[in-house]
Structures are given as structure tokens and as C-alpha cells.
């Protein structure tokens, strides 16, 4: 069974500050999504990472994949507070999709002014 | 082009009782997924609908049901509701690329 692991879980840091957040799991996989969640809202995409070694990065975010110790990183540089929301990432187990996606717990992100 | 909706948006239900929820997919998409997000959770996949067959499941009673018609949109029915299934439920619509497409969700209430 495919299990994914984020932390932290809760993280409270201040404006300007860099910090990242880690998601592993736990068989093989090159399909690995990054989701932004505002309270009472849906899934914003971020990322969809599909190689080992692929880094893409969007503003103030950066996420990576490294297939091989089956971790990604999202990276915050010099957070503001708009980035205060709950992040998930999401790994596809292949086959199409027809698994579906397997989601951490999210790291629930609070940034203070 | 048009994104992904589903209605209704807030859904109140009395435990025992049956449920339908609708989501229309993103134009020309014809793979829609399901997803069940409880309170403080990551979303848990339901099913997926390629073509209008069920080609995969996640771990879930067969009281939850789907059925996917010919323009891909789609519903999934949940019969003899318990509290439990409270939650927020996501369709999430894709075509042959990784990307998956979701939708604002229907928040469903089980008293």
C-alpha cells in the first residue's frame, strides 16, 4: 500500500523567512503533484513533477523530486503572508491514473506578518 | 474552455438516507476521478471513470457508486449515508496528460 508523508503537519513562520516542506513516500512512483488549499476551497495546482532530478519553480515556491529516496521538497523563499494556506502533495502510483492519486495529510502553512 | 463544476455546492442529508452529486467535466476531458476529503484530511480517491466504465476503485463500500454519460460528466451516488461521510467531496477531470483538473467541491452534511 502507498503511503505519503508530509512535514511537518503545522508550521507557523514569519514573513521573509525561507522554509521547506518535505513529502515522502513509500514505493516507486515519477509522478509526484504539489496542491495549494485555501479554507473551504478546492485543490489548486502547483506542480507536476514527472522525472527524477525535475525542479520547477513558480514565484516565491520551488519543489523538487528525487525518485531514488522517494522524497520531494516544496521550497518557500521569503514567505508572504498570501502563502498562508494548507499544502498537499500527491503521488501517482502509475497506471494511468486508474489508482488515483494517494495524498499526504497536508502541511498546514500559517505566515505571520 | 470551460473548467470543471459540480453542484450542488453545500448538501445537508439525515444518516440512512441516499445522495447524488454531480460534476461536469472540463471541456473535451474524458477521464473523471472522485475524491472524499474529511475535515483535516488529504483527499481519499474514490473511483475513476474512463469512457463511462469504471476503471479503478480506491477503498471504498460499494454503496458508493458512479456512472459517467457520453459528454464525461458525471455523478457519484453514496446510498444508506452515516456520519461519517460527511466531508468535502472533489471531481477532478483529465484527458491523456498527468494533469488533473478539480473542481470547487460539494460539501456534504450527515446528521
Known amino acids: 500500500e502507498l503511503k505519503v508523508e508530509q512535514n511537518p503537519l503545522f508550521l507557523s513562520m514569519q514573513e521573509g523567512k525561507n522554509y521547506t516542506i518535505y513529502c515522502n513516500y513509500s514505493?516507486?512512483?515519477?509522478?509526484l503533484y504539489w496542491y495549494r488549499q485555501d479554507p473551504g476551497k478546492s485543490l489548486e495546482s502547483l506542480f507536476v513533477?514527472?522525472?527524477?532530478?525535475a525542479v520547477k519553480q513558480e514565484g516565491r515556491l520551488m519543489a523538487s523530486l528525487d525518485t531514488k529516496a522517494r522524497l520531494s521538497t516544496l521550497h518557500i523563499t521569503a514567505a508572504v503572508h498570501d502563502l498562508s494556506a494548507t499544502y498537499f502533495c500527491a503521488v501517482d502510483k502509475g497506471g494511468g491514473g486508474a489508482d488515483g492519486l494517494t495524498f499526504g495529510k497536508g502541511t498546514h502553512l500559517i505566515i505571520q506578518p | 474552455e470551460t473548467g470543471v463544476t459540480q453542484s450542488p455546492t453545500h448538501l445537508i442529508k439525515t444518516r440512512g438516507q441516499q445522495v447524488t452529486l454531480r460534476c461536469s467535466s472540463q471541456s473535451g476531458h474524458n477521464t473523471v476521478s472522485w475524491y472524499q476529503q474529511a475535515l483535516g484530511q488529504g483527499p481519499q480517491f474514490i473511483f475513476q471513470?474512463?469512457?463511462?466504465?469504471?476503471?479503478g476503485r480506491g477503498n471504498f463500500p460499494p454503496r458508493f457508486s458512479g456512472l459517467q454519460f457520453p459528454n464525461y460528466s458525471s455523478e457519484l451516488n453514496v446510498n444508506a449515508l452515516e456520519l461519517d461521510d460527511s466531508a468535502l467531496y472533489l471531481c477532478?477531470?483529465?484527458?491523456?496528460?498527468?494533469?488533473?483538473?478539480f473542481g470547487p467541491g460539494t460539501r456534504l452534511t450527515v446528521t
Open positions: 471513470y474512463y469512457r463511462e466504465e469504471e476503471n
Open positions: 514505493t516507486t512512483s515519477d509522478r
Open positions: 477532478a477531470s483529465s484527458l491523456s496528460g498527468p494533469e488533473q483538473y
Open positions: 513533477l514527472l522525472s527524477n532530478g
